[in-house]
Nanobody
Framework: QVQLVESGGGLVQAGGSLRLSCATSGRTFSSYAVGWFRQAPGKEREFVARINWSGTGTDYADFVKGRFTISSTSAKNMVYLQMNSLKPEDTAVYYC?????????????????WGQGTQVTVSS
C-alpha cells in the first residue's frame, strides 16, 4: 500500500511562485511513477505533470510547460511541483497520485492512491 500526502498550497498573487510537496510512504517510491493533477471548482480533474520512478523522465500538460517543474528525491520519498509565473487560472486543488500504468499517462483512471489535495489560490 502507498500513501501520498500533499502540502505547500496557499494564497499567492499572480506572477508568484509556490512549491508543492508530495510525501510518499509505504512501497518504495523508486518502484512507481507519480503524477500531479488539479481540479478547479466545477471542472474535471486534469493532468499537470508526471515523473517516473528514476526521476529522469517527466511529462507536462501544455498549459504548464515552461512554468512548472516536477522533481523527486527518492531518498526522501518526496515529489515536488515547483510552480512559477502563477496565473489566476491555476487556482485549484492540487493532488498527487501513483501511476499504476496504462497507455495514457495523463488519464485520471490510470492513477491510484490519491492524496487529500492541497488548495492553491492565485489572486489577480
Amino acid at each position: 500500500q502507498v500513501q501520498l500526502v500533499e502540502s505547500g498550497g496557499g494564497l499567492v498573487q499572480a506572477g508568484g511562485s509556490l512549491r508543492l510537496s508530495c510525501a510518499t510512504s509505504g512501497r518504495t517510491f523508486s518502484s512507481y511513477a507519480v503524477g500531479w493533477f488539479r481540479q478547479a471548482p466545477g471542472k474535471e480533474r486534469e493532468f499537470v505533470a508526471r515523473i517516473n520512478w528514476s526521476g529522469t523522465g517527466t511529462d507536462y500538460a501544455d498549459f504548464v510547460k515552461g512554468r512548472f517543474t516536477i522533481s523527486s528525491t527518492s531518498a526522501k520519498n518526496m515529489v515536488y511541483l515547483q510552480m512559477n509565473s502563477l496565473k489566476p487560472e491555476d487556482t485549484a486543488v492540487y493532488y498527487c497520485a501513483r501511476y499504476r500504468g496504462g497507455a495514457t499517462y495523463y488519464s485520471v483512471t490510470n492513477y491510484d492512491d490519491w492524496g487529500q489535495g492541497t488548495q492553491v489560490t492565485v489572486s489577480s
